[in-house]
């Protein structure tokens, strides 16, 4: 179980830095003030893009399991009220 959260904090932090080195902070001195604003409002902003899209599937995904589950009990109570 450690391991898996390991590896998963590991590629939260790879993609919230690959998503920070798209945008152009590489023109600025690295440890300036300018620089490591730069890069936090990138990963902030990249951060917010990830946890929308797991938003969106999450939805997406409960929504399927709700209809799926409803489909079984109707199929179920179907059967109860023919018998």
Known sequence: ??????ILIF????TNILIADQHKCSEMK??????LSCTAK???EG????KDQF????IKKTNQIKESTNR???KFK???KKN
Do not use: A, C, P
């Open 72 to 74: 079984i009990f109707n």
């Open 1 to 6: 179980m450690k391991k898996i959260f390991i």
């Open 30 to 35: 690295k440890l300036s003030k300018e620089y």
């Open 78 to 80: 179907n059967k109860i």
């Open 47 to 50: 951060t917010v893009k990830k």
């Open 11 to 14: 590629y939260l932090f790879s």
């Open 55 to 58: 938003k969106e599937g999450s």
């Open 42 to 44: 990138n990963i902030k």
